[in-house]
């Protein structure tokens, strides 16, 4: 297997949207979705690896077919279509906040050489967060596109990005 240097690890953007506020980041999703896919663009030809890192809906299967039909509605739609992963990207489902946290992550990059985790998805103030700092606790570099994180409001989403990016080596 190549020796990758970054990874794109794109969080919980196949989503239901379906709580208290999810319209409100549902729309803020929309706004950064392009930004995302230019990044995952960019990732894909620089030949680092995607790593979609998703909630697992109660399925508890890394079928994403399964989960992006769980997560489907009138809300949902117009992401999901966008940000299907393609067949070459990891998909990994977690059961808590970190994207780390009772998953494969850890092995997965360390197995692909993984130095540099670059971070989007959603949300900035939460699962962002809490990937981030378990990322920065195994001495991953950190990479977080402010324009490719969104949480329910903007306050939130630079309060979270102020927490993983103080005194760390985050772009």
Not at 47 to 63: L, S, T, V
Request: a neutral charge; proline letters at 4%.
């Amino acid at each position: 297997m190549p020796n990758h240097q970054k990874a794109l690890l794109i969080i919980d953007m196949i989503n239901n949207f379906d709580f208290e506020m999810g319209h409100v980041l549902a729309e803020k999703t929309k706004q950064m979705t392009n930004k995302i896919l230019a990044l995952k663009q960019y990732a894909f030809k620089e030949n680092w690896p995607i790593i979609y890192i998703n909630d697992h809906y109660g399925i508890w299967k890394a079928d994403i077919q399964t989960v992006i039909e769980k997560c489907k509605n009138e809300r949902s739609a117009p992401i999901l279509k966008q940000m299907i992963p393609s067949n070459d990207d990891y998909f990994l489902i977690k059961p808590k906040h970190s994207a780390f946290y009772g998953t494969a992550l850890e092995t997965l990059l360390n197995e692909l050489g993984v130095q540099d985790v670059i971070l989007t998805g959603i949300s900035g103030n939460i699962c962002v967060l809490f990937t981030a700092n378990d990322a920065y606790m195994r001495k991953y570099n950190l990479i977080v596109p402010k324009d490719c994180i969104a949480s329910n409001n903007d306050r939130d989403n630079d309060d979270g990005e102020r927490s993983f990016c103080k005194n760390r080596n985050c772009q």
